[in-house]
């Protein structure tokens, strides 16, 4: 099976789970009336409609290049990010005027145990599914597959905590306590969806790769560039699964063509083979474009 079908696949699988865990959280605040439990099932609609972008934005992101966007469309799937933190925003602000809703006039919990039982089920489903689309969205570098997996995983804790929240209310009697969980999950919710539009408009604005990353492409050059004099003006930049690799390679200004395409295709190949999906372009420069002095055993990055 082909990359592109194992991610579309999940994305689409990502639906149906977050349609079945809405229902069942849906239904644990039907029999309860609990404002937690609300802002619990509120959350799995923001998740619902994530996945259906997510769905969407990876389709489009697995499209060729053509035409009109010659570089590809894996941005795409920065897209359906964003619009997952704003929807995330959305939902903490309708739980907070439920909160505000209860806190004026409070409701007595019916049936708490049956609820909190078929919560609790909702969260071990989400908790296995937000794993999976995690580790499936590094392992294919894809923004949607991950910010999807890790609002999941923010509804898991949340869930967690409304479940521990909860059993203390019943046992206690202390009615204030759910309103007061919800307004906390209101709170970390807006957080989280902060947290993910900041992270998906960096990729929007062609963030560069991790320091630890740039020092790998480093090395793999200079290991790669025999007969070349000096690299420099390395750049790179992050759309989707793509990372874009791009820097200058100083010859001599005597080597043939030929030559200096050999040591280019030498290096293309090391830093596809080191970094999936890498798009490299190299601009190879006579000697006198030099920014360093010549003649050093290693290829001097400058």
Not at 12 to 41: E, H, N, P, Q, R
Not at 89 to 101: D, F, G, M, S, T
Not at 166 to 186: E, Y
Not at 226 to 242: P, S
């Amino acid at each position: 099976m082909s990359e592109s079908t194992t991610v579309q696949r999940l994305a689409f699988w990502s639906i149906i789970i977050g349609i079945t865990v809405l229902i069942l959280k849906y239904g644990a605040y039907y029999v309860t009336g609990s404002v937690a439990l609300y802002s619990d099932a509120l959350e799995s609609i923001v998740n619902v409609v994530a996945a259906l972008a997510a769905w969407w934005a990876i389709r489009v992101s697995y499209k060729p290049a053509d035409q009109n966007h010659p570089f590809g469309h894996h941005k795409a799937e920065y897209f359906s990010a964003v619009l997952e933190g704003v929807l995330i925003v959305v939902a903490a602000l309708l739980i907070l005027r439920e909160v505000w809703i209860v806190w004026a006039t409070p409701r007595t919990l019916e049936q708490p145990w049956l609820g909190l039982a078929i919560n609790g089920v909702a969260t071990i489903v989400n908790a296995f599914w937000a794993t999976l689309l995690i580790n499936a969205g590094r392992r294919h570098r894809s923004p949607a597959m991950q910010a999807d997996g890790k609002h999941i995983m923010t509804d898991v804790i949340t869930s967690v905590g409304v479940f521990a929240g909860l059993v203390g209310a019943i046992l206690t009697g202390w009615s204030f306590l759910d309103p007061l969980l919800a307004f906390i999950v209101a709170l970390n919710i807006l957080w989280q969806g902060w947290n993910v539009i900041g992270s998906s408009v960096q990729g929007l604005m062609d963030v560069g790769v991790a320091t630890e990353e740039t020092m790998r492409i480093r090395d793999v050059i200079s290991a790669n560039a025999g007969g070349a004099l000096e690299v420099h003006d390395l750049k790179t930049r992050i759309a989707g699964r793509m990372t874009f690799i791009e820097f200058h390679l100083v010859v001599e200004a005597s080597m043939s063509v030929g030559d200096a395409h050999v040591i280019c295709d030498r290096i293309e190949n090391a830093l596809m083979q080191q970094i999936p999906d890498a798009s490299v372009v190299i601009h190879v420069e006579p000697e006198d474009e030099a920014k360093l002095p010549i003649g050093t055993a290693a290829i001097p990055f400058a």
